[in-house]
């Protein structure tokens, strides 16, 4: 297992609402980006919540939008290890 590091927080002046992460996956690793797995629905999801199609814009233009609706994104475990097998595993017994 390797040590994974969070992504610093998304956060401004404006910010009133503040999404709480965990650790990012192995794709947003990859990616340097929060939440960038393809089949991950949380842009889509934000997006249709602060009406703005969040999953067509480039990745800072969807920070941008998100800043200025108001919301931030953090991850607040600052470093973790995760195995992988065992969240597949977990998951596939819900």
Same mark, same amino acid.
């Given at each position: 297992m390797?040590?994974? @590091?969070h992504?610093?927080?998304i956060?401004?002046? @404006?910010? @009133?609402?503040?999404?709480l992460g965990?650790?990012? !996956?192995?794709?947003?690793? =990859?990616? !340097?980006? #929060? #939440?960038?797995?393809?089949?991950? *629905?949380f +842009?889509r999801?934000v *997006?249709?919540?602060?009406? &703005? %199609?969040?999953?067509a ?6 920070l941008a939008?998100?800043? !200025?609706?108001?919301v *931030?994104l +953090?991850d607040? &475990?600052?470093v !973790? =290890?995760?195995?992988?097998? @065992?969240v #597949?595993? %977990?998951?596939?017994r819900?």
């Open positions: 390797t040590a994974r @590091r992504f610093p927080a956060t401004d002046a @404006r910010t @009133r609402i503040l999404i965990s650790l990012p !996956g192995e794709a947003s690793l =990859k990616a !340097g980006q #929060y #939440y960038a797995h393809p089949q991950n *629905g +842009w999801l *997006g249709g919540v602060i009406d &703005v %199609d969040l999953p814009l480039p990745y800072e233009a969807r939008a998100l800043l !200025g609706a108001g *931030g +953090w607040v &475990v600052a !973790g =290890k995760r195995d992988r097998s @065992r #597949y595993r %977990d998951a596939a819900r």
